[in-house]
C-alpha cells in the first residue's frame, strides 16, 4: 500500500478548506467560540476538531477516510485487521479481554498487569489465575512472566482461554520469555491478549525489541501516544489471528469508547504510522548513536547507574533510559532535582529515574547531560536502602470468590495487623517492583502483611493512601 498517504489528516485539510458554516457539533464551531485568552493557542487545532460528520467518516463503521486510515496502519504492522482508539491503551485492554473471554472463563494472566486489565477482569467476569513475573536479582524489578509461572498454573488449570501479558513493562523491559509463552499458549488453545502499551514501535528492528505481533500473539494493545509522535490517549488495537472473532473485537470497541471520536487525535494516528513507515534503517542508526553517545555520558557519572539488558532474561527498549541512584538520596530527591532544573523524567520511584526518549536525533542531550550532572552534585554517594524483603511472589494465585460475589459484600478499612485471614478490597502495590503483594479479593495471608510492612520500611512507595497509614481495605462478610 502506498504509505505516503495520510487518508484521515487529509480529510481535515479537505473538511476545513470546505467548511463555511457550521451548524453541527462542537460548540466552538471550529474555534470561533472560544475564551479570547486561550484563542492563540487553540486555534489550529479548533479548525480541525471535527467529529463524525458528513465526509468524515464513522470509526465504527468506516467507509472512508477511516477505513483507509485503519487500512494503511494494518499494512504497516502486517495484522490481519488493526484499529485506532482515542481512550488509550486503556480502552484497548478492555475491549481485548472482553472480546476474547466469556463470563466463568478461565483466564491466565501477569500478576504485574496494569489496572486496566484488572478492571477488564473484573468486566468480563472471568475466573483469572494470576502468574507472577520474575523479579530482576540485579534491580528488583519484574521482568515479565516466565516459564515456570506457566508450568505450575497449567498443570493446575490445564484449560485456559486466554493468556494475557504485558510487553515490554514500563521500564522497556522486554521479556524473553514471551515468544515461549506465546506457543504454549496456543498449543492449549488459549488466545494470547498483549498490553504492549509501550511497544508501538517495536516494529522498528535490532536494537528495538521485537514485537509480540511477530511472534503470533492475537490481539495486541499499543499506546501510540506513549512512544510515536501521536496525540496523548491515540492507541490501536491489533487483531493478528483468527482465533478471536474480530466482530467480537468491532462490538467491544464500540461498547468501550465514547460515540464522538477526536478527529486530531485520529488524524495524529495516521500520521505516527506515516511518521514510522518512512524510517529508514539509516535514520534509526543515526538516532540510537546519538542515544548511545548520551548514555556513554551518563555512564561516566559515578553517582549513578544506567540500566542495562540482561540478554536472555530481557532486551531493553534504547528509548527508554534507567537510572538507578546510587546515593542515599532516593529516586524521589533526584526528579525533585531534576524538575527543578526543567528536565521533567517519565517518573520515579525510591531507587530510580526514568526517561522516555522520542523517536528523534534532534533533542539536545549535552545541555541535559550537563544538568542532570549538576543535580547529582550535592548528592551523597551510599545506599537510601534496601530491600530485605524475602517474600517470593506465589507463582500463581486466584481469587477467593468470584467478581459478582465479591461486587455484593460490603468494605471496611481494618489495621494491616487484624487483617490475615480476610478477603482483600484493593490491591497493594509498592513501587517498585509493581507487583501486587496483594491482589483485590484474594485471601491475606500473613506472609503478606509482613512483606507490605517489610516494603513500607524500606520505603517503597504504595498508591494506596491506607496502606500509608497501615490500614487496608478488606470485604465484610454479608451480602449487601
Ligand atoms: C503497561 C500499561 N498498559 C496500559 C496503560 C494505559 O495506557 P493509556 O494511558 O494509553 O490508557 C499504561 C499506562 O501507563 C501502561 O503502563
New binding site residues.
Given amino acids: 500500500m502506498d504509505q505516503h498517504s495520510t487518508p484521515v489528516f487529509d480529510g481535515l485539510l479537505k473538511y476545513k478548506a470546505d467548511q463555511h458554516f457550521s451548524f453541527h457539533v462542537p460548540g466552538h464551531k471550529d474555534g470561533l467560540v472560544f475564551p479570547e485568552k486561550a484563542t492563540a493557542i487553540f486555534r489550529q487545532l479548533l479548525s480541525i476538531d471535527a467529529t463524525e460528520v458528513a465526509g468524515l467518516d464513522e470509526l465504527y463503521h468506516p467507509a472512508g477516510i477511516l477505513r483507509d486510515g485503519e487500512k494503511l496502519l494494518s499494512d504497516y504492522y502486517g495484522t490481519r485487521a488493526s484499529y485506532f482508539l482515542v481512550?488509550?491503551?486503556?480502552?484497548?485492554?478492555l475491549i481485548m479481554v472482553l472480546a476474547a473471554c466469556r463470563r466463568g472463563d478461565a483466564v491466565f494472566v501477569a500478576r504485574d498487569?496494569?489496572k486496566?486489565?484488572f478492571n477488564a477482569l473484573k468486566l468480563a467476569g472471568v475466573r483469572p489465575v494470576f502468574l507472577s513475573p520474575a523479579v530482576d536479582a540485579d534491580t528488583g524489578l519484574a521482568t515479565g512472566v516466565d516459564d515456570s509461572a506457566w508450568e505450575a498454573a497449567i498443570r493446575r488449570f490445564p484449560k485456559p482461554k486466554a493468556l494475557i501479558l504485558?510487553y515490554p513493562?514500563?521500564y522497556g523491559m522486554a521479556a524473553s520469555a514471551a515468544r515461549t509463552l506465546i506457543a504454549k499458549a496456543h498449543a492449549c488453545g488459549a488466545a494470547v491478549l498483549v498490553?504492549e502499551?509501550?511497544g508501538p514501535h517495536f516494529r522498528l528492528g535490532a536494537p528495538v525489541p521485537p514485537s509480540t505481533l511477530d511472534m503470533g500473539a492475537d490481539l495486541v494493545?499499543h499506546?501510540a501516544?506513549?512512544m510515536l509522535p501521536a496525540m496523548t490517549?491515540g492507541?490501536f488495537l491489533h487483531v493478528n489471528s483468527n482465533r478471536v472473532a474480530k466482530e467480537r473485537v468491532t462490538s467491544a470497541r464500540e461498547m468501550m469508547q465514547t460515540s464522538s471520536p477526536s478527529y486530531p487525535i485520529m488524524a495524529s494516528l495516521d500520521l505516527a504510522r506515516y511518521y514510522l513507515a518512512h524510517l529508514s534503517s539509516g535514520q534509526l542508526n543515526e538516532w540510537i548513536t546519538h542515544r548511545n553517545q548520551f548514555v556513554k555520558g551518563l555512564q561516566r557519572l559515578k553517582k549513578i547507574k544506567v540500566m542495562e539488558a540482561e540478554p536472555g532474561q530481557f532486551l531493553l527498549d534504547p528509548f527508554k533510559i534507567t537510572l538507578e541512584l546510587k546515593t542515599e538520596e532516593t529516586g524521589f530527591d533526584f526528579q525533585k532535582q531534576l524538575l527543578a532544573a526543567g528536565i521533567y523524567p517519565e517518573m520515579a520511584d525510591p531507587h530510580r529515574v526514568l526517561f522516555t526518549l522520542g523517536l528523534t536525533g534532534r533533542i539536545d542531550y549535552k545541555t541535559a547531560l550537563g544538568k542532570i550532572g549538576a543535580c547529582l552534585f550535592k548528592f551523597h554517594q551510599g545506599r537510601a536502602y534496601e530491600l530485605k524483603s524475602s517474600y517470593v511472589f506465589p507463582m500463581w494465585s486466584t481469587l477467593e470468590c468470584p467478581y459478582d460475589e465479591l461486587d455484593r459484600m460490603e468494605r471496611k478499612k481494618t489495621d494491616l495487623d487484624h487483617a490475615a485471614g480476610q478477603i482483600a478490597a484493593e490491591h497493594v502495590i509498592p513501587y517498585p517492583p509493581g507487583i501486587p503483594i496483594i491482589v483485590q479479593g484474594e485471601r491475606i495471608t500473613k506472609v503478606q502483611i509482613g512483606a507490605v510492612k517489610n516494603w513500607l520500611t524500606a520505603g517503597a512507595a504504595f498508591q494506596n493512601e491506607s496502606i500509608n497509614q497501615g490500614k487496608i481495605t478488606i470485604y465484610r462478610a454479608g451480602a449487601l
Fill in positions: 481512550n488509550g491503551s486503556t480502552a484497548g485492554n498487569s496494569h486496566s486489565i504485558t513493562n514500563y498490553d502499551a509501550h494493545v499506546s501516544h506513549k490517549m492507541a
